[in-house]
C-alpha cells in the first residue's frame, strides 16, 4: 500500500510525502512497518514507522507528521 500527497500553499508546494507499507500482505497483528519521506525544498527526510493497519489512512498521516515533527525539535 502506498498513500502519498503534495502540500501546498496557495499555489506553492511547500512538502511532499509518501508513505509505503513494507508487507506485502497485512500480518495478522495488523500492526505494518511503513518506509516514510517528506521532501521539503530544504531537506528529504527519511524514517520508519509503525502503525496499526486498522486505524486508517489520517492516523498513519497524523503519526507520520508527529514523528517528523518529533525529529526537528
Do not use: K
Not at 521532501?39 to 517528523?68: R, S
Amino acid at each position: 500500500m502506498a498513500l502519498w500527497f503534495s502540500l501546498h500553499v496557495n499555489a506553492a508546494t511547500v512538502a511532499t510525502f509518501s508513505a509505503q507499507r513494507r508487507e506485502r500482505v497485512v500480518p495478522p497483528d495488523r500492526i505494518c512497518t511503513y518506509d516514510v519521506e517528506i521532501a521539503t525544498p530544504q531537506a528529504v527526510e527519511a524514517y520508519v514507522i509503525q502503525h496499526n493497519y486498522d486505524d486508517g489512512a489520517f492516523a498513519l498521516v497524523a503519526a507520520a507528521l508527529t514523528h517528523y515533527q518529533r525529529e526537528r525539535t
